[in-house]
């Protein structure tokens, strides 16, 4: 399971602790080098003063310099094995000063006890000497604690100005008076030098840190801070390398959020990619620490569970158990600002190394199976299977080529007439066909889907429009455009929920000098009913804008009869499914009839279509229908072909039945 962090380039948030860590390890790094120095010293100024000093001076106080120096040695020595222990810095702070000032205390005490009385020039420039070069190593090796820095220069230095004070003469007042000067300058160059030396430490904890935080992002995603594609396939390679030696069964579990795409185009970027942070904590509480996590982009995941088990029955099951629990946490609902949503996800399953035994490989079979839950239905989990591999390129096929006719303008326009209960023709539905260069005309049945699923959808609908008010000019010029003609247009769920699907469509009609009256929208009720509050304002801004509006298959959905007063609409189509058999199903009649009888007391028009037989067309003109639309009447037909259908001055029934 993967921790969910929030990575930053600035400080860290340890940086204090960090920076004094690193002032200690500074303090203690060069500490052998010094005590070797101090020793060296020490024993050349005992050989030095042998002759002048009591021997039993020089032997205690070179005792209690070497004393010193071995403790702080070990203390070295200790340091070393546990710094990396927390808790402790303080005391290694502490120890690390204490042993400097010790150490400076004993140096001050030779200028009392070293300096010989009398006329000894010699011996006592080498103790002053030693004193100031003692100093002034120990203020350059001690930089990074200045309180150690400071310390020890002037327990070093201020005992020597006494006792060059106390033996008076010229020579020695005016070397102390000097000696004065040389400690101001001395504690101006330690402050100098510990703060150039913390810039210097402080700058190197930062890039450091930026080191860590670029390492972090190469393997892990920016948004939800998971594991990105990255790091996934390298954890891949070696889970389905250590499952092929220990003859293990791992799942890979590709994860992809249905209709997503509505949810960001509609709430915008910034509520989507909360959803998906929110829902990368959600996906981590469902899985053990063995198991990652992973966003691949967009709303894909992938869940990578190594060595379930010896069995594949057994590695499937718990497979589906993880499953079960990733399903019930997304069943509860997303809180974005004051509004809950809800989400369901199609899942596909690869289990390795049984559908792939390389990382690239086995992601592809994964998917494949993740699209092969779309298919079915969504909001449910399908496991590898090689046929899916096979339909997978007929995927791509089609997209690629459905991709190829939206930019060579391969998609035409066939219109499905409207006629009034009396027989008159008021209009038609603009259904899309792909010119295919190898199968010709090409029924919106067979890629439709595949163009929302994709995201084509959008473009596609937008030439459709174009093509539309295109032909509404020429249907003008044909003298067809009366105040009742309308041609209708199939908005997609993905179209509506464009933020910009509004203004978009008006943009086009003002392009193409179109009345907005001549254009119905049909918009199927799963549309309407993804989000109900931005729905109303998004119909009474079309109404607004003179579009006649109509639930497009109304019948087919579950929740319209609770929410289709709430609408500001105009019409409604009942879906072909409940017309075409009320002839022989008495439940399809009543629901049809009391359809209209509803429709007709909240002020709605009815639209019948998939009227195939006269029986039918007898029947709904009895139940007061107010159009109908269906193969009886006419079957799709181009543009030319409309006109003339359009000018006709009798409609001719042709029944199916017969």
Same mark, same amino acid.
């Given at each position: 399971? $993967? ?16 920076? *004094? ?12 080098? /010094? ?15 042998? /002759? ?19 403790? *702080? ?10 710094? %990396? ?23 001050? %005490? ?41 310390? =020890? ?12 004070? $106390? ?40 890039? *450091? ?9 190469? =393997? ?21 390398? #250590? ?48 198991? @990652? ?78 699209? !092969? ?29 459905? *991709? ?49 699923? /994709? ?17 509404? +000019? ?7 455009? $009366? ?15 464009? #933020? ?6 008006? @943009?086009?009609?003002? #392009? =193409? +000098? ?11 009720? +799963? ?7 931005? @729905? ?47 002839? !022989? ?72 039945? %017969?």
């Amino acid at each position: 399971m $993967t921790e969910y962090t929030d990575p930053s380039l600035s400080d860290p948030p340890d940086f204090a602790a960090r920076f *004094r860590e690193n002032q200690v390890e500074l303090s203690f790094t060069g500490l052998p080098a /010094s005590l070797s120095a101090i020793m060296i010293n020490t024993t050349v100024i005992v050989i030095a003063q042998w /002759s002048v000093i009591q021997w039993q001076i020089l032997v205690g106080w070179f005792t209690g310099m070497l004393g010193l120096s071995l403790y *702080r040695y070990q203390t070295y020595r200790i340091y070393q094995a546990r710094k %990396s222990k927390e808790g402790s810095l303080k005391i290694w702070r502490k120890r690390a000063i204490a042993g400097t000032l010790a150490s400076g205390a004993i140096w001050g %005490s030779a200028a009392f006890l070293l300096v010989p009385l009398g006329e000894q020039s010699f011996h006592q420039t080498i103790i002053i000497a030693s004193l100031i070069g003692m100093a002034a190593g120990g203020v350059i090796t001690q930089a990074a604690l200045l309180p150690a820095s400071l310390g =020890y220069m002037l327990l070093v230095i201020i005992p020597l100005i006494i006792r060059l004070f $106390t033996l008076g003469g010229p020579a020695n007042i005016g070397l102390s008076f000097m000696l004065c000067i040389y400690v101001i300058v001395m504690a101006s160059g330690a402050i100098s030098i510990n703060r150039n030396l913390s810039e210097s430490l402080a700058m190197n904890i930062r890039q *450091r840190h930026s080191r860590k935080i670029i390492e972090h992002l190469a =393997y892990h995603d920016a948004l939800t801070n998971l594991p990105n594609r990255r790091l996934l396939t390298e954890r891949l390679s070696k889970d389905i390398a #250590r499952s092929i030696h220990h003859s293990h069964i791992g799942a890979l579990i590709y994860l992809d959020l249905d209709n997503f795409k509505t949810l960001n185009d509609s709430m915008g970027h910034q509520q989507g990619d909360e959803l998906l942070k929110q829902l990368a904590l959600r996906l981590n509480s469902c899985l053990s620490d063995e198991d @990652t996590a992973t966003r691949l982009g967009g709303d894909e995941f992938v869940l990578l569970m190594p060595e379930l088990a010896d069995q594949e029955s057994e590695a499937l099951r718990l497979a589906e158990l993880t499953i079960e629990k990733v399903q019930e946490n997304l069943a509860r609902p997303f809180l974005l600002g004051h509004r809950e949503i809800h989400m369901s996800a199609s899942i596909g399953i690869a289990l390795f190394p049984l559908h792939g035994d390389n990382a690239d490989d086995l992601l592809k079979r994964a998917d494949f199976a993740m699209y !092969r839950a779309k298919a079915i239905g969504r909001n449910t989990m399908s496991l590898y299977d090689p046929e899916m591999q096979e339909q997978a390129h007929l995927l791509m096929t089609l997209e690629q080529g459905l *991709r190829n006719a939206l930019r060579n303008n391969g998609l035409v326009i066939h219109y499905q007439p409207f006629v009034s209960i009396d027989g008159e023709v008021i209009g038609g539905e603009a259904l899309v066909r792909w010119h295919h260069p190898q199968d010709g005309l090409v029924a919106p049945d067979s890629f439709i889907e595949h163009a929302e699923q /994709s995201g084509l959808i959008i473009e596609l609908g937008r030439q459709v429009l174009e093509q539309v008010c295109q032909h509404l +000019n020429r249907l003008a010029e044909s003298g067809l455009l $009366t105040d009742q003609f309308k041609i209708s247009i199939n908005v997609s769920p993905l179209q509506f929920a464009d #933020r910009n699907f509004v203004s978009d469509i008006q @943009t086009t009609i003002d #392009r =193409y +000098n179109i009345d907005a009256k001549h254009l119905l929208l049909e918009i199927t009720e +799963n549309a309407l009913l993804s989000d109900l509050g931005e @729905t109303i304002s998004k119909l009474k801004q079309l109404r607004e804008a003179n579009f006649t509006l109509a639930i497009d298959d109304f019948g087919s959905g579950q929740s319209s009869l609770a929410y289709i007063k709430k609408l500001p609409i105009d019409l409604i189509k009942i879906d072909r499914i409940l017309v075409k058999d009320i002839t !022989r199903e008495k439940t399809d009649a009543v629901i049809v009839e009391g359809t209209i009888d509803m429709a007709r007391k909240l002020g709605l028009k009815v639209v019948a279509e998939g009227v195939e037989e006269q029986l039918t067309f007898e029947l709904l003109k009895r139940y007061a229908c107010n159009i109908v639309q269906g193969d009886i009447i006419a079957k799709p037909m181009d543009l030319e072909g409309f006109i003339d259908f359009c000018q006709q001055q009798e409609i001719k029934f042709a029944d199916s039945s %017969s």
